[in-house]
């Protein structure tokens, strides 16, 4: 009996301190939620992804990190990353889903400054959001990524 549906909507949140291995720890979490979710599929892109936002609000914040894995609807999986830094970098600081020009892109001898580019360039969607003073204090921003299986190609005989 299959206990778990694939259409069932689900959501996971995890607390992240400011900590070099807060990456390893986010991607070990999304391997183990979309293996039980059956969205292996997603799984190299899904960590790859998901580990340069979780880098990078540990690198560019000076506090706590928050990671949401959501099923969104059909088979879309949307992964977001929160902050306390408000500053969106690029190329999240355009519209969801408009690529920012080549103009941005880190010149081809630096260390770093291609994470988010490569975001760009492998999820279906994505796109950031500034997050002003709440209630409760939470400021910073988000920035987010969605992935769609691929439908398999199939040959006929």
């Not at 069932?8 to 391997?31: E, K």
């Not at 949307?78 to 999240?92: C, E, G, H, K, Q």
């Not at 279906?124 to 910073?140: H, I």
């Amino acid at each position: 009996m299959d206990t778990v549906s694939p259409q069932t909507p689900w959501s996971y949140v995890l607390q992240l301190p400011h900590d070099p291995r807060a990456p390893r720890v986010a991607r070990m979490t999304l391997r183990a939620a979309l293996q039980g979710h059956g969205l292996a599929e997603l799984l190299d892109v899904a960590e790859l992804l998901t580990c340069e936002l979780v880098t990078n609000a540990y690198r560019h914040s000076d506090g706590l990190a928050t990671l949401r894995l959501r099923h969104v609807e059909g088979d879309r999986l949307r992964i977001s990353v929160w902050d306390t830094n408000p500053l969106i970098p690029a190329p999240f600081d355009r519209p969801p889903g408009v690529p920012a020009p080549l103009s941005v892109l880190a010149p081809a001898t630096a260390e770093g400054g291609r994470g988010l580019h490569l975001v760009q360039q492998c999820a279906d969607d994505w796109g950031g959001y500034p997050l002003g003073d709440d209630l409760f204090g939470r400021s910073g921003k988000l920035l987010w990524f969605d992935l769609m299986p691929k439908p398999e190609l199939t040959c006929a005989a």
